[in-house]
Every structure is written in structure tokens, then in C-alpha cells.
T-cell receptor, first 110, second 114 residues
Framework: GEDVEQSLFLSVREGDSSVINCTYT??????LYWYKQEPGAGLQLLTY?????DMKQDQRLTVLLNKKDKHLSLRIADTQTGDSAIYFC??????????FGAGTQVVVTP | ETGVTQSPTHLIKTRGQQVTLRCSSQ?????VSWYQQALGQGPQFIFQ???????GRGNFPPRFSGLQFPNYSSELNVNALELDDSALYLC?????????????FGEGSRLTVL
């Protein structure tokens, strides 16, 4: 099974906040990432957090990291239709290898 | 725009054939890694190159091989193609092995094996 786990689907109304959750297993992870993938496209780096931080904010995005529980979340404020995509959580080990979750499909409804 | 470019964007091969995919890293990045993303799944790590040497490999057979060139561009070669090799192949570049958080992906090469 996956070392990184995410819920598969999230539906959110336009203007509301979205919260995507992720759990990981490698306590020695250096960085944790959130990527966005639109249909037929590659991976767009949204944000990342160093493992010794517990929060990072970047405009509408807020990342929370709970190292004790190995839990990572991404909050998108004021969700827009353009935020509809698949979101991947990934952990990076000390060698630089990324381990991805299966992705969370976010659907934004009017 | 990540500065990571991949070619070709799409290609179709038949079982048993060989394929070469190419990646040009972001300027200044000396580490490149390759991932395979099957339909409906997250990307899976194939291998990583740092300063022209393989520096880590995932659970892929030897018929998956790679090269990194002095200008840090890279190739992924797959021999004896199988139907299950159909996937999006993604290249990612970064500065050093894990020294900074920035890790950028290209748009990918979509391979279909018939």
C-alpha cells in the first residue's frame, strides 16, 4: 500500500475553504510538498514545508504540519473554480526521493 | 512555467520496442529524477541522477535506464516495452539532492504501448 495516504475526493462550494489532508510514514522526511495536477498536465508545485516547521502560509494557501501525528494538511481559502484539480501530497527523503499519495480530486461547485 | 522541458509530449509504441524520453532541467539544477505516473495513480519514483551518476533507484526493472549529461539534461530509456509501461513519464529537477525545497516537474511525456 501507499506510504502516503490521502482521501480520494473532496467537493467544495465556490468561495468556501477547502482542506485536504494527508498522512505520511517516514519520520525522517526533509520536506513535504503539495502539487496540483490539472487534466492532461504535469505537476505544478503549489507549496512545500520544511520538516522543522509547523505552518506555512502563502497567499490563499496554508500548510499545517503535525510531525507527532505525521499529518499534513493544505487549506485553500476562497476556493475558485480554477482550483478544481487533483492535489498530491508528497514526502521527500534525505536522498531526494519523493513518495506521493494517490491524490485527492477536488471539485469546486458554483 | 517551471523551466523543465520534456520531449516528446506524446508517443505511441508497440510491445517489444524501445523508447527514449528526454528532459532539460531548469538552469542551475544539477539533480534530475524520473517518475512514472499510471492512469489514476500518484507518480512512482524510477531513479535519480546527481552530477551524471545514478543516485537512487525505485522498484523498476533494469530495462529502465537513464543518463544525465554534463549540461544536466537527462534521458530515460525503456527497452522491451510492455503494455503496463503505458503512463505519463515525469522529469523533475532540483538543486542538489535535497538541499532546498524547490523541486520542479516538466509537463511529462505520455507513452502509449499497444
Amino acid at each position: 500500500g501507499e506510504d502516503v495516504e490521502q482521501s480520494l475526493f473532496l467537493s467544495v462550494r465556490e468561495g468556501d475553504s477547502s482542506v485536504i489532508n494527508c498522512t505520511y510514514t517516514d519520520s525522517s522526511s526533509t520536506y513535504l510538498y503539495w502539487y496540483k495536477q490539472e487534466p492532461g498536465a504535469g505537476l505544478q508545485l503549489l507549496t512545500y514545508i520544511f520538516s522543522n516547521m509547523d505552518m506555512k502560509q502563502d497567499q490563499r494557501l496554508t500548510v499545517l504540519l503535525n510531525k507527532k501525528d505525521k499529518h499534513l494538511s493544505l487549506r485553500i481559502a476562497d476556493t475558485q473554480t480554477g482550483d478544481s484539480a487533483i492535489y498530491f501530497c508528497a514526502e521527500r527523503d534525505s536522498w531526494g526521493k519523493l513518495q506521493f499519495g494517490a491524490g485527492t480530486q477536488v471539485v469546486v461547485t458554483p | 512555467e517551471t523551466g523543465v522541458t520534456q520531449s516528446p509530449t506524446h508517443l505511441i509504441k508497440t510491445r517489444g520496442q524501445q523508447v527514449t524520453l528526454r528532459c532539460s532541467s531548469q538552469s542551475g539544477h544539477n539533480t534530475v529524477s524520473w517518475y512514472q505516473q499510471a492512469l489514476g495513480q500518484g507518480p512512482q519514483f524510477i531513479f535519480q541522477y546527481y552530477r551524471e551518476e545514478e543516485n537512487g533507484r525505485g522498484n523498476f526493472p533494469p530495462r529502465f535506464s537513464g543518463l544525465q549529461f554534463p549540461n544536466y539534461s537527462s534521458e530515460l530509456n525503456v527497452n522491451a516495452l510492455e503494455l503496463d509501461d503505458s503512463a505519463l513519464y515525469l522529469c523533475a529537477s532540483s538543486l542538489a539532492l535535497a538541499g532546498t525545497g524547490e523541486l520542479f516537474f516538466g509537463e511529462g511525456s505520455r507513452l502509449t504501448v499497444l
